[in-house]
Each structure stands twice: as structure tokens, then as C-alpha cells.
């Protein structure tokens, strides 16, 4: 493996990579000092093992030069009495899951998915499900209360240990720290400690709580959230909302791009909020949404709201 003069190669992807190759197959021809850094940290026999998680999630599965548009994201449909889950096999994107918690007769609480229609499935057998459908995607777990986090990681583990879970998946919460401290929410140092402990092999997908939003996304929640985050390994995707990013100061998008050239940010946007003329508004001001090398900015919107977006020829490259 060979690395360019324009090749920004850092220590984790080293890592990344010997972590997850046949290291007796790999010969390596680096610059120094980061091949001497590198020998140093390969001997040492105590240093964690980490995992290459194949990039962020949306990245993978966008279609080169639609801004991430393309990608579908879709809900699972839950059956019967809470049996099957299925997703149409012609839908290729995100899978959205919204974990939470069932309190059994007797037992531990167990991680469930719900869906939109009041139907739930255990989180377990979902997965599992899901790991056989075929096609290009990937996963989107949201815990929606802190006692979630735990059980959720740990079927995820349990399920990648036994060879079914082998999409990238992205772990989404709503946290609270510093100037965002909510009750109810899980705290950021909890997330990601938890993570860290149970299973890291995931991208982080923290969000802010409504009640802070009022007033957008102010000066003092991005330092605060970049605050948390900063150190990372993981890939982290800063969840937004289009309605508290429209009251916000322009530029916050690159501000927290800057944080990490493993960031992403994801802005999400419902049908009860407005046509897309308006989401388009909003992320014109919030740009820019690329890095040079890469589409960094990523519109969560129905399939409907994608299609006109990327019909718009008034946009060419807007979130450029």
C-alpha cells in the first residue's frame, strides 16, 4: 500500500487498515513520520483493536454527483403481530428504525422496533430480517429514550458477532450537554461512553432537543456539540431540522463540517413543513455542503421532495 504526495493519510486509517486485513499480506510505503508512528503503535499489543466501518453511512450508498438525493429512506413494514418486517425489495437506502424499550413479564426489558402504523417487532428479529433482504443499504437506529441506548448496542454486537450485520450502521440520539442539557434525554458523555463500551462500530448520529431550537441553532449549541464530539474516531453525522436551521446564522453547516473531514450532516425535512421551494431556502443559506472532495450535506426528505429537487434545473450544483 502506497501513498501518494497528495494523499492526506492519517494514524486511524492505518489503524483501520490493520485492524482489519491479513497484516502478513499488506506491505506498507509511507511517508515518515507517520511510518514510524505507525510501526510504534503496531507493536503495541495492547492497543485496541478498531473497527473500518466503510465510511459514513449515506456516502455509501449515494450515487455519484446527485448531492445524496438519490438515496431513499425508508421505514420498515411491520406484519401481523409484530412477526415480519419487510422493505420493499426494490427500495435500495437508509432503513430507519425507531428503537425503544418493552418490559417483559419476566426478564430484562427488551429493545423493540416501532412502527408508524403502532406495530412493534423485537429489535433482534428484525435484523435479523433484514440481513438476508439484498440490494444496496444500510441502517439508521434511533433510540428515543436514554434506557434504549444499552440493550439496543448490545443486540447489535451480539448480531455482528454472529455474521448479520454486515451494512454500515449509524446510531442517531438525542443528546444533551452543556448549553442543551434537557431532561429526558440521554446525556452526550453517556452516548458516548456507551458506544465506546458496547459497540463502537457504528457512526454517531447525535441531535439536538427541540426545546433548545427556538431560536435555531445558535453560536454556543454548535460549540457545545463539537465540544462532545471532538476526538472521535467514529464517523459523526450532525442531525439537523430544517425548521430551526432556517433561524439560524448562515454557514453553520461548514462550521461543523470543519470539525472532522469524517463529518457529515444530515438535515431532516417532513411533509408539514412546507413545500420544497422552502427546504431549498434553508439549505441554500446553511451551505456550503461540500468539501472538495466530497459531497458532505445530506437532505433527509421523502422520496417525493428528492425527485422535484433533483428536476429543479433553476439549482445546478446548489449545495455546492
Known amino acids: 500500500m502506497r501513498q501518494s504526495t497528495s494523499d492526506p493519510a492519517t494514524m486511524d486509517d492505518l489503524l483501520y487498515i490493520r485492524d482489519n486485513t ?33 465510511g459514513s453511512l449515506i456516502p455509501a450508498l449515494q450515487n455519484p454527483g446527485d448531492e445524496g438525493l438519490s438515496v ?28 425503544g424499550l418493552q418490559e417483559p413479564a419476566a ?17 433482534e428479529s428484525c435484523l435479523q430480517q433484514l440481513a438476508m433482504r439484498p440490494g444496496h443499504w444500510g441502517l439508521h437506529v434511533h433510540t428515543a429514550e436514554p434506557t434504549t441506548l444499552q440493550p439496543s448496542l448490545a443486540t447489535l454486537a451480539t448480531l455482528c458477532a454472529l455474521g448479520h450485520l454486515s451494512r454500515p450502521v449509524r446510531l442517531g440520539a438525542t443528546v444533551s450537554h452543556g448549553s442543551f442539557m434537557v431532561p429526558g434525554c440521554v446525556t452526550g458523555r453517556e452516548l ?54 432556517g433561524q439560524s446564522p448562515a454557514g453553520i453547516v461548514a462550521q461543523l463540517l470543519a470539525a472532522s473531514r469524517r463529518a457529515t450532516v444530515t438535515v431532516e425535512h417532513n411533509p408539514g413543513q412546507g413545500h420544497y421551494e422552502s427546504m431549498w431556502a434553508v439549505l441554500l443559506a446553511a451551505g456550503p455542503w461540500r468539501r472538495p472532495e466530497s459531497t458532505t450535506g445530506y437532505p433527509r426528505a421523502t422520496a417525493k421532495t428528492c425527485r422535484q429537487i433533483l428536476a429543479d ?4 450544483g446548489v449545495l455546492a
Open 313 to 316: 434545473t433553476e439549482h445546478p
Open 107 to 123: 426478564g430484562d426489558p427488551v429493545p423493540i422496533v416501532h412502527a408508524p402504523d403502532g406495530h412493534a417487532l423485537m429489535l
Open 72 to 99: 431513499q429512506w425508508l421505514v420498515p413494514d411491520i406484519q401481523g403481530n409484530g412477526s415480519t418486517a419487510t422493505v420493499p425489495i426494490d427500495c435500495e437506502g437508509v432503513i430507519l428504525l425507531d428503537v
Open 192 to 245: 458516548l461512553a456507551t458506544v465506546a463500551e458496547v459497540f463502537p462500530h457504528v457512526a454517531e448520529a447525535p441531535g439536538w432537543p427541540e426545546e433548545v431550537l427556538g431560536s435555531g441553532y445558535r453560536e454556543q449549541l454548535l460549540t457545545d456539540m463539537l465540544e462532545l464530539c471532538q476526538g472521535l474516531w467514529q464517523p459523526v453525522s450532525f442531525q439537523l431540522q430544517v425548521g430551526p436551521l
Open 22 to 54: 491479513a497484516t502478513h499480506q499488506v506491505c506498507y510505503d509511507f511517508f515518515e513520520p507517520l511510518l514510524s508512528q505507525f510501526k510504534q503503535l503496531a507493536v503495541n499489543t495492547s492497543q485496541k483493536q478498531r473497527y473500518y466501518t466503510r
